[in-house]
């Protein structure tokens, strides 16, 4: 009522006019003191407040005073007004917002400044506004139009050649017609409705979407496994470098050790000799002083002149005491610990010659590690590609059981007739005659096995494996931590954790052996004037491997071949 009133009377409401000087807000339960100015009654009663020591109670604007503390009562007119003033804002708000912007879509009815329009009409070829758009809703007949989410080309579905709606879409030439079309140039054609063409590539979208959503999700999958990946890569890095600084520090240690060992041998040696050779050069002292004192007494009765004198005192010489024994005294060069100084020098050489090879072999066992993003390798076809790959292996005698004997630079394992005098060590196997090398393998590395005899097992395994006893957790091939080729003269056969898998290939006296670690692949070669797969093995290994052989009845020898 008061909104029509003002309306009428062209009474425009302006927020500046109704706002309160203290918080320069709109007014809040406003109230209008004596002087006329008003304000919200929070405000002006905290000014008050704040005045009350000075007994003055003033207006914040125009500065007059008030003897006593005036009344305050809320003013409903003033109320009124702020309330419908808020509503048009909020309404002019609103109403700005309605209208279309360069990015959107205006209804095709508006004059002047036009709306946004709420849908487009796919039968009107029309986009409307709110308002124009409710006889869609109310009249029977516009109610079975086709409406749709507005958008700006809605022109291109009239044909331009017939001025008809294009309703239907020729499959022949990919494209949208019109009727008239479909009995003109496109006569003869494969036409369906465009609502069934689209249904059908909606279709196919939706198929398409859902592979799309599905690679998402592989996607999404294999970055957290490279998330996870890096992180396993990062504890595995650090959790290596803190063993290796020390394993370093250890080897570290143990040369100062011997280094000390070998300071205080050689002290203690350099005493008991001197100690010797003062000893002797005392008693060699003490024989020259008592062989002067008998020179002296000689001297002096070979000069006597009293013949009487000389016979009386000559029965009376003391006789000469035997000889020190002084054989053990030989002229030689003075070289004495110069022979220590070479062996430490020559065990300086060899643990020179055993860093190197270890280093180089430990350096391509680093930068031969596989990440998930690494490319997999092909295995090599040819025996030449094989021996890039080729490791000098040999046997560990800690690991040999009694029955074998190692020769030919521990490369070579003989079964004997007897026990062998090995003394006893935690790495030994106690019962069956088996060996373990003492390279541990990752990488890839390929080795080569002569063997003379019925047969033997090549093989591989974990370091933890079982040595004690004549149990399958012992036997290479028996258990899970080792895998074995068994060769006959007649026949192969590969086994892995106490199962066997019969085995077909050329007999041959020599076997190759191929490793991937990373890869997880372990094969098996027949190796004559060509290389045939025996049998190869795809797993995933969480240990270092080692090579090994197991020697029984029938088998002679078998060794690591030197490979070129």
């Known amino acids: 009522m008061l909104r029509a009133k003002m309306a009428q009377k062209g009474v425009q409401l302006h927020s500046d006019n109704f706002s309160c000087s203290v918080c320069l807000d709109l007014l809040k339960d406003p109230v209008t003191i004596p002087c006329g100015h008003s304000y919200c009654m929070n405000c002006i009663k905290t000014h008050w407040d704040e005045e009350e020591e000075k007994r003055i109670h003033s207006c914040p604007q125009c500065r007059q005073t008030f003897t006593q503390r005036p009344v305050l009562m809320k003013s409903t007119m003033l109320a009124d007004l702020v309330e419908e003033l808020k509503k048009t804002e909020i309404q002019a708000a609103l109403t700005c917002h309605r209208y279309a912007g360069p ?43 086709k409406l749709t989410d507005p958008f700006k080309r809605l022109q291109e579905n009239i044909c331009s050649h017939h001025s008809e709606v294009m309703k239907i879409f020729c499959r022949t030439d990919q494209q949208s ?19 069934a063409e689209r249904a059908e590539m ?10 799309i959503q599905q690679r998402i999700q592989d996607r999404e999958k294999e970055v957290n496994v490279l998330q996870l990946e890096v992180k396993a890569i990062g504890f595995s890095a650090d959790k290596a470098v803190e063993e290796s600084g020390k394993i370093f520090s250890e080897l570290i240690h143990l040369i100062q050790k011997r280094s000390s060992d070998v300071k205080q041998q050689i002290r203690s040696q350099q005493e008991t000799e001197v100690s010797r050779v003062i000893e002797l050069q005392e008693k060699l002292e003490q024989e020259i002083a008592e062989l002067k004192r008998k020179d002296a007494e000689l001297k002096q009765l070979i000069h006597t002149e009293d013949h009487n004198l000389f016979l009386h005192n000559h029965p009376l010489l003391s006789p000469l005491r035997g000889p020190t024994d002084s054989s053990s005294i030989n002229i030689r060069p003075l070289r004495y610990f110069e022979d ?10 060899k643990l020179q010659d055993i860093l190197s090879e270890t280093w180089s072999n430990l350096s391509l066992i680093v930068t031969q590690v596989d990440v998930l993003l690494s490319v997999p390798k092909p ?13 000098g292996i040999t046997l560990d005698p800690n690991t040999t059981n009694k029955w074998l004997l190692l020769s ?41 096995v002569e063997w003379i005899g019925t047969g033997f097992h090549v093989a591989v395994a974990y370091k933890n494996i079982n040595r004690v006893g004549w149990g399958d957790e012992c036997k290479f091939g028996h258990n899970d931590k080792s895998w074995a080729l068994n060769c006959h003269k007649k026949r192969y056969e590969y086994w892995y954790n106490n199962s066997h898998t019969p085995v077909s290939g050329p007999q041959s006296s020599r076997i190759g052996v191929y490793l991937d670690y990373s890869a997880g692949i372990l094969s098996f070669y027949s190796v004559a004037e ?8 795809h797993t995933t290994f969480t240990q270092p491997l080692y090579a090994g052989f197991w020697l029984y009845s029938g088998v002679k020898t078998t060794r690591f071949c030197k490979l070129k």
């Open 340 to 349: 220590v100084r070479a062996a430490v020098l020559e065990t300086r050489d």
């Open 408 to 448: 030919e630079g521990n490369r070579k394992a003989t079964l004997m007739q007897q026990q062998r005098p090995y003394s006893n060590h935690p790495d030994r196997f106690t019962a069956w005659a088996q060996v373990l090398s003492k390279e541990n393998l990752t990488g890839r590395c390929y080795w080569e």
């Open 177 to 195: 017609i019109c009727y008239v079309c479909s009995l003109d140039e496109h006569k003869g054609h494969e036409i369906v409705s465009a609502a």
């Open 530 to 537: 060509t290389m045939t797969l025996l049998h190869r093995v």
């Open 103 to 145: 990015e959107d879509v205006a209804c095709d009815l508006c004059t002047g400044r036009k709306l946004k329009a709420m849908k487009s009409c796919l039968v009107c070829l029309i986009s409307y506004c709110e308002q124009h758009l409710q006889p869609h809703y109310d009249v029977a007949l516009l109610k079975k139009h």
């Open 202 to 211: 909606q279709s196919e979208l939706e198929v398409s979407r859902l592979k």
């Open 379 to 391: 295995e090599p076809r040819t025996r030449a590609v094989f021996l890039n790959y080729s490791r």
